[in-house]
């Protein structure tokens, strides 16, 4: 369990595409907290508008994303993960609620480095992982309220997790 608050900028709805950087930065804090980082972009753009036969909203997407933290000892890098998705989503309106899911192929992968300073212990730790989930089934609701939306969704592939949120504007 790991909470996170994202700020996201979106410009968007330029002949049916948008676009959206994130970016985070996470002072050291003490020993206790490294120093680190979590960035990423997106881009969208809209298959529906192009065939109006399809009665939901489609749209064609790729995002991909970078976090690093820095190990506060010793000034190296503790860990660095990077990962991509592409894919469609789908979505229906219903007045306040809307239904959306996505289908898509994603990589991720990591790379640990720890170098102990502890003298009974000392050395270096590395390895590297590659994300076990190369495809993903999306389901989700978002409730529009003005100028506030709440959303929670479902992610089904080699990993299964949940993630909701709040989210302000159009």
């Known amino acids: 369990f790991f909470p996170l608050v994202a700020p996201q900028l979106t410009i968007g709805d330029v002949f ?29 753009h809209s298959i529906s508008q192009w065939i109006s036969a399809i009665p939901l909203d489609v ?3 790729y995002t991909y ?22 894919g469609l989503l789908a979505s229906k309106q219903f007045s306040v609620l809307t239904v959306y899911g996505a289908l898509a192929a994603e990589s ?6 720890y170098q102990s300073t502890d003298p009974i212990a000392p050395g270096t730790i590395t390895f590297d ?26 992610n089904f592939g080699k990993v299964t997790h949940f993630s909701g949120g709040i989210g302000f504007g159009n």
């Open 16 to 44: 049916g595409t948008r676009a959206a950087v994130r970016y985070i930065f996470i002072p050291k804090l003490g020993e206790a907290m490294p120093e680190g980082k979590t960035w990423g972009f997106g881009i969208q």
């Open 59 to 61: 749209a064609a997407f």
């Open 65 to 86: 994303g970078v976090t690093t933290v820095d190990w506060s000892e010793g000034g190296g890098r503790l860990f660095d993960c990077s990962g991509y998705s592409y």
């Open 108 to 113: 991720s992968s990591m790379a640990v480095k």
């Open 129 to 154: 992982l590659e994300g076990a989930s190369k495809f993903r089934v999306t389901a989700g609701l978002s409730l529009s309220l003005g100028f506030f939306k709440l959303f929670a969704d479902a």
